[in-house]
C-alpha cells in the first residue's frame, strides 16, 4: 500500500523556519516525483513544490520561489521541504504526493497544519 506522511508543522511567527517531512513506503520511492501541495481554510489547494526522480530537477510556486527548498534523501525513503521566511499567507495544511511519469498526483494521506502569525 502506498503511504506518505506529512510531518513538522508548527506555529511560527512571521520571518520564522520550519523543515517538513515526507515518509515514503509502499514503492519504489526513487521513481516517483514528489510533490508538496498546501490548503487553506476556504481557499483551493495548490501546488507549492515538486522534486524530480532525476537530481536536481526542482519545480517551486511563484509565491515561495526563494523562500522554499525541496529536497530528497531516496535512501531513506523522505522528502523534505525546509520554509524560510514565512508569511501569514503560507498558513495552511501541508501535504505531500508522488507520481511516476505520465500519472497524476493520487497518493493523498493526512497533511500536517503549518500556521504562521503576524
Known amino acids: 500500500e502506498v503511504q506518505l506522511q506529512a510531518s513538522g508543522g508548527g506555529l511560527v511567527q512571521s520571518g520564522g523556519s520550519l523543515r517538513l517531512s515526507c515518509a515514503a513506503s509502499g514503492f519504489i520511492f526513487s521513481d516517483y516525483a514528489i510533490g508538496w501541495f498546501r490548503q487553506a481554510p476556504g481557499k483551493e489547494r495548490e501546488g507549492v513544490s515538486c522534486?524530480?526522480?532525476?537530481?536536481?530537477?526542482?519545480y517551486y510556486t511563484d509565491s515561495v520561489k526563494g523562500r522554499f527548498t525541496v529536497s530528497r534523501d531516496n535512501a531513506k525513503n523522505t522528502v523534505f521541504l525546509q520554509m524560510d521566511n514565512l508569511k501569514p499567507e503560507d498558513t495552511a495544511v501541508y501535504y505531500c504526493?508522488?507520481?511516476?511519469?505520465?500519472?497524476?498526483?493520487?497518493?493523498w494521506g493526512q497533511g500536517t497544519q503549518v500556521t504562521v502569525s503576524s
Open positions: 522534486i524530480s526522480s532525476i537530481p536536481g530537477s526542482t
Open positions: 504526493n508522488a507520481r511516476t511519469t505520465g500519472s497524476s498526483f493520487q497518493y
